[in-house]
């Protein structure tokens, strides 16, 4: 079965610093995608980032990437300049047929 | 283009009843998932359905339930309600392997 873990509940960093949210996950696909998504007070999730297993290029957005290690199932997200509006929970996710998220990242920023 | 909505926002029912959430998805897309979304459970995939057709399910009991008409929109139904079943529910359309979600509706069960 397949299966996200985020081991962190909850991190906080300063406003302005880098922080990085560890995922793991486990699949027997080879064809699959990863992401991160945000879901802010709003509850809304909103996807940050996405990643496509076939691709051996880490993905990029803005402030935003990823460490993908498909060897190792791990996917971490780094936040560079971190700020304010980035407060919120941080879920990993898995797809092949389906989303499995992790349990969620709680990410505080300190002003 | 409009995003996913879902309604209503909140709703409140008792013991016992049953409850219809709505999800309209984005335009032009014809798949739409379910999500149940709780704090001690985390995220859970309850079903999806592409062309009006369910196409996968996950691991809930028959009390849950949905369809999807013509127009994509998709409706969930919770028969029976249990004051377990007190979640945040999401709604996700697609297009290609890209999800995009709705606000979610607030089901409180007293």
């Known amino acids: 079965a397949q299966t996200v873990t985020q081991s962190q509940p909850e991190m906080s960093v300063q406003e302005a610093e880098t922080v990085t949210l560890s995922c793991t996950y486990d699949t027997s696909e080879s064809d699959y995608y990863l992401f991160w998504y945000k879901q802010p007070p709003s509850r809304q999730m909103i996807l940050v980032i996405r990643?496509?297993?076939?691709?051996?290029q880490n993905a990029t957005e803005n402030r935003f990437s990823v460490n993908f290690q498909k060897a190792a199932k791990s996917f971490s997200l780094k936040i560079s300049d971190s700020q304010l509006g980035d407060a919120a929970m941080y879920f990993c996710a898995l797809r092949d047929d389906k989303i499995i998220f992790g349990k969620g990242t709680r990410l505080h920023i300190l002003p | 283009k409009a995003g996913v909505t879902q309604t209503p926002r909140y709703l409140i029912k008792t013991r016992g009843q049953q409850v219809t959430l709505s999800c309209s998805p984005i335009s032009g897309h014809r798949s739409v998932s379910w999500y149940q979304q709780t704090p001690g459970q985390g995220l859970q995939f309850l079903f999806e359905?592409?062309?009006?057709?369910?196409?996968n399910k996950g691991n809930f009991p028959g009390r849950f339930s949905g369809r999807q008409f013509s127009n994509s929109r998709s409706e969930m139904n919770v028969s029976t309600l249990e004051l377990g079943d007190s979640a945040l529910y999401l709604c996700?359309?697609?297009?290609?392997?890209?999800?995009?979600f709705g606000q979610g509706t607030r089901l409180t069960v007293v």
């Open positions: 996700a359309s697609r297009d290609g392997y890209l999800a995009f």
């Open positions: 359905y592409f062309s009006e057709t369910q196409r």
């Open positions: 990643q496509e297993a076939y691709k051996q």
